[in-house]
């Protein structure tokens, strides 16, 4: 599966009359630079807040206001953007034009485009938190989503009419997040995919601790892309500068022993466990209460071993489980992978060689081989760290075929 849906994809964006019409422009360009091709369609009301030449130009298509433009092709434009779409997008969507999506009135350009649609559609309503919370409005929501629509619920907070409570348009990076949900298989419906992240930290004393330099953004790709392709997703994660996957139970955790409670905790729930966490093997065999402070001479640290998070897990999963571990090596890197896939009972390891600027931790893209139980591995071109999560996630998908045909 190709880490970018959108890429290539015939895209049409609707355009409603509210406040909330500028944070399109930012949805339009967020969907251009994933490659998709966006047409945009605007009601007259919407006119008033943003101008169409906005979207043309970041869109290069021209913007459909009415069904009779005087241009040759314009009463029939409408039926071919929805034969063409792939997905649609209405952002803002005002009351009045889901009350017209729900009861198939079509009286002007959008709203008759909407009624030939036949692709995916997802709704972002925006406006007064009493106009959304009134039950007509609550009533024409229900109606779409029975009609096949996925409707986007606003967020919360100070409106530009003052008033505090639900009615937000959810912010652009949340809208493409969720079109791209929308757009890619459920091949893990009703699976549950538990993701391990980041670095631990296992203090020395209250300033300083042993760590590593996981930037968590590789297991965080996971359960991104897990959660896109249908699953419930738990993700256990040590201390990152990141922001967690939409919709995914997001476990944050410090130390090795906080991760393993965490982890411990979940796995008989878990069909499917990624340990991508880049786990400290040692901790101070003391932690001391306060500052160490600074004297003539050095100081010895006296290190013990901390719980083998991996191997336990392996010794305790269930026949039709998968684990999936990861190793970062410096050297000889297949055979230490193929080392720990024996010894600690995996199904699959991801392998890659920490120290290439374009490979390891920090980096956005990563490089690397996947190594099976079987004997057979798989090496990876370089690629960003998005596209290597669903190439790992089509192999689990194999992996759970193969188990249950046993």
């Known amino acids: 599966m190709k880490k970018n849906i959108l890429q290539g994809k015939n895209i049409v964006l609707g355009v409603c009359g509210g406040i909330a ?8 360009r967020r969907l251009v630079k994933l490659g998709a091709s966006v047409r945009v369609i605007m009601t007259r009301s919407a006119t008033q807040f943003v101008g169409p030449t906005t979207f043309e130009v970041l869109s290069e298509n021209k913007v459909c206001l009415d069904l009779f433009d005087g241009a040759d092709d314009a009463s029939i434009q409408h039926i071919a953007w929805a034969e063409a779409a792939q997905a649609v997008v209405v952002a803002p969507a005002t009351a009045n034009m889901a009350a017209k999506l729900a009861h198939g009135i079509a009286d002007d350009a959008m709203s008759t485009f909407m009624l030939a649609v036949t692709s995916p559609v ?3 309503p925006s406006m007064n938190s009493n106009m959304f ?7 024409n929501l229900k109606q779409l989503e029975a009609d096949g629509c996925s409707i986007l619920s606003p967020g919360e907070g100070e409106l530009a009419c003052g008033i505090t409570g639900p009615g937000r348009l959810p912010e652009p990076f949340e809208i493409v997040d969720r079109l791209i949900s929308l757009l890619t298989p459920n091949d893990f419906f009703d699976k549950t995919i538990l993701v391990t992240a980041g670095p631990t930290r296992e203090p020395i004393d209250p ?39 939409l919709n995914v139970e997001t ?11 965490a982890v411990f905790s979940r796995l008989n729930e878990s069909d499917v466990i990624v340990k991508v966490a880049a ?9 001391e209460t306060h500052k160490i ?16 998070i991996l191997k336990t897990i392996g010794q305790q ?34 392998a890659n060689l920490i120290g290439p600027p374009d490979s390891g931790f920090g980096a956005d893209t990563n490089r690397m081989t996947l190594f099976f139980s079987g004997g057979r591995k798989i090496a990876l071109d370089v690629m960003d760290k998005d596209a290597v999560a669903h190439l790992i996630l089509d192999q689990v998908v194999e992996l759970m075929k193969s188990k249950t045909q046993t």
């Open 133 to 139: 919370e009134h039950p007509a409005h609550q009533r």
């Open 293 to 308: 402070k600074k004297g003539d001479e050095g100081i010895k640290l006296a290190l013990t071993r901390t719980t083998d």
């Open 207 to 245: 300033v300083r601790f042993i760590s590593n330099p996981s930037s968590g953004k590789m297991g965080y790709a996971l359960a991104r892309a897990a959660e896109y392709r249908g699953a419930r997703v738990i993700l256990v994660t040590g201390p990152v500068n990141l922001m967690p996957p």
């Open 251 to 261: 476990i944050p955790v410090a130390t090795v022993d906080e991760m393993a409670t």
């Open 21 to 28: 019409a500028y944070k399109s422009v930012e949805v339009l």
């Open 122 to 124: 997802l709704i972002c």
């Open 317 to 350: 999963k269930r026949k039709n489980q998968i684990l999936v571990g990861f190793a970062a090596e410096t050297q000889d890197m297949e055979v230490y992978a193929r080392k720990k896939l024996e010894e600690k009972r995996l199904d699959l390891i991801a």
């Open 279 to 287: 786990v400290s093997d040692y901790r101070p065999e003391k932690s």
